[in-house]
């Protein structure tokens, strides 16, 4: 169980974990995406629709999709190998950059002439607000499964760049990356080299089979297990969820429900529950990203030998510092030690 403050001078078994997060080296595996963002000022309506008529001020480009979690993996002192599909294209080479200058390892990233390099367009408008507000997106993308050659390229990479690494995170955003081949590749590395293996499956649950960890959110969990109670659901609801995932899973070490302002579920395999309250925000400016940085986090946490629990605490914290943000954030780890200073106590409802 999550451990209280202890005596004075003694320091919070929390604030010992993040010191013990850096030197990893984990293979983060998914759906790249390069996010844009087109940024104007307005102050007033188009004559030719009900729309603002934005004058450009800024473009930035940020790694998204799987990128983010790795991006998190980077900033709390470890290692992120990016395994993922790029196109032949600029976009490529942006976002082969901004890896680099984050230090995530580009190695392997396998290009695909026939694909674009995913990208989402974001419009946003500046209104004299302290974020700019989104009002549009485009997205250029193929969701299309990976081609035979392209498959076989990734699990060559997978098979090389498995060797040296404490973990496989895997960021599944359903765009074609994650074939059953690649999964089961994973899989047999994860046996082969005795890997935490730890994914967001954004919905698709049933690929992961034999996994260690797996995170989805209160919606996905609803889908597996059809609603037998009335809404909202009770944290009874989400154990019963989790034990039942876990079960037809066949997960070796838990199932982790993220459930917005309520905070996570955490059920492990042994049938322990734990929820864990969402900290205390009165200004969330967007929750994009707060997914990937729970799995990050978790993934870093259970590989430095931490519980379960505790992995869950501090990855529950870490999504209040991102969703205090616009866009995906990384998180410091001076950021989650005052955190981590900021609570009270560890918000842990157990359950057995």
């Not at 080479?93 to 990208?119: F, H, K, S, W």
């Not at 990976?146 to 955003?173: F, K, P, R, W």
Request: glycine letters at 10%; a neutral charge.
């Amino acid at each position: 169980m999550l451990a209280e403050r202890g005596a004075e001078g003694e320091v919070h078994p929390l604030l010992s974990l993040i010191n013990k997060l850096s030197g990893y080296r984990i293979l983060v595996v998914g759906d790249v995406i390069l996010d844009e963002y087109l940024t104007g000022r307005t102050d007033r309506l188009s004559r030719e629709a009900p729309i603002p008529v934005l004058e450009f001020e800024r473009r930035e480009f940020i790694p998204g999709g799987a990128a983010n979690p790795a991006a998190n993996i980077a900033a709390l002192g470890s290692t992120a190998v990016q395994v993922g599909v790029i196109g032949d294209d600029p976009n490529a080479a942006a976002l082969r950059e901004m890896l680099q200058a984050r230090r995530i390892d580009p190695a392997g990233l396998v290009i695909d002439p026939g694909r674009p390099t995913t990208t989402k367009t974001r419009i946003m408008a500046q209104m004299g607000l302290r974020f700019p507000q989104q009002v549009a997106r485009i997205d250029h993308i193929d969701r299309r499964p990976i081609s035979g050659t392209t498959e076989q390229a990734v699990i060559a990479c997978l098979g090389t760049l498995a060797q040296n690494v404490s973990a496989v995170m895997v960021s599944d955003y359903l765009n074609g990356l994650l074939t059953a081949s690649v999964v089961q590749a994973i899989r047999a590395l994860g046996r082969e080299h005795s890997l935490l293996l730890t994914v967001d499956a954004q919905g698709d649950l049933h690929k992961y089979t034999g996994f260690d960890l797996v995170k989805c959110n209160a919606d996905e969990a609803l889908r597996y297990r059809p609603l037998r109670s009335p809404h909202p659901w009770a944290d009874d609801d989400f154990a019963s969820a989790g034990r039942l995932m876990i079960r037809k899973l066949k997960l070796r070490g838990g199932m982790l429900i993220t459930r917005g302002p309520d905070g996570v579920t955490l059920v492990q395999a042994d049938g322990q529950v734990a929820h864990l309250r969402a900290p205390h925000i009165e200004d969330v400016y967007d929750t994009v990203g707060a997914g990937d940085t729970v799995l990050a986090v978790m993934t870093l946490a259970l590989a430095a030998g931490a519980s379960y629990v505790d992995a869950a605490a501090l990855a529950n914290l870490a999504a209040g510092i991102v969703v205090r943000k616009v866009g995906n954030y990384a998180p410091s780890p001076d950021e989650l030690r005052a955190a981590v200073g900021g609570e009270a106590s560890p918000r842990l409802k157990p359950q057995g």
